[in-house]
């Protein structure tokens, strides 16, 4: 158990749909990061908070929007979906610094039909 | 640009023999992390080893090693003594002080181990 807790594990929903992903970090991390898995993209870092702060934007869609809370729990909210988004989502949580580990969450699977 | 190249996408052992997955990496900032991850079929991402770019001996973590050649940029995983259930796929993956501390990853070893 890494410590990062993801819900839903599963989400099945149509296209043009939103959704919200819902992580918390581990106890002491201030950054929280999401990657986004896909067949065809492999693993993509997506987004990072750190203490409440939007600190590094990746390959992020503009459909695709994060925050994270004064608790320094993040959500990730997709919207619009379409088929390609259907991927495994990925939370992970770290201390500062390129040094430190990321542990991650065991990922919320999103399918689009 | 930072970059992790896995040329093997997939391996084969043999239970209880010793296994290297490939890993080399490319980047300018002399300031960097070199982490392995562990994905089996169930999905999650397990943490393995890590390794700094400052750090003297390769790094050990009980069955896990690192074979790290900085000059050659390169950051092999060993596995020894194999298990069943090491099955799974194997991510190496780089984060530099001056790439904020987002992690870039290579395209994964699938390792399949047999009886």
């Known amino acids: 158990d890494s410590g990062v807790t993801q819900t839903p594990k599963h989400l099945i929903t149509a296209t043009g749909q939103r959704v919200t992903l819902r992580c918390s970090p581990r106890?002491?991390?201030?950054?929280v990061y999401w990657y986004q898995q896909s067949l065809d993209q492999g693993l993509q870092f997506l987004i990072q908070y750190y203490n409440g702060e939007e600190r590094a934007k990746g390959n992020i869609l503009e459909r695709f929007s994060a925050q994270q809370f004064p608790d320094l729990h993040s959500e990730l909210n997709l919207s619009s979906l379409e088929l390609g988004d259907s991927a495994l989502y990925f939370c992970a949580s770290s201390g500062q610094g390129y040094q430190e580990t990321q542990y991650f969450g065991p990922g919320t699977r999103l399918l689009v039909l | 640009a930072q970059k992790i190249t896995q040329t093997q996408p997939g391996m084969f052992v043999q239970e209880k023999e010793a296994v290297t997955l490939d890993c080399t990496y490319d980047t300018s900032d002399p300031s960097y992390g070199l982490f392995w991850y562990k994905q089996p079929s169930s999905g999650e991402m397990i943490f393995l080893i890590y390794?700094?770019?400052?750090?003297?001996q390769n790094a050990t973590e009980g069955r896990y090693s690192l074979n790290f050649q900085k000059a050659r940029k390169s950051a092999n995983l060993v596995i020894s003594a194999s298990q069943l259930g090491d099955s799974a796929m194997y991510f190496c993956a780089i984060k530099s002080r001056t790439n904020t501390d987002k992690l870039i990853f290579g395209t994964g070893t699938r390792l399949q181990v047999f009886p």
């Open positions: 106890s002491g991390d201030l950054s």
């Open positions: 390794q700094g770019s400052y750090d003297q």
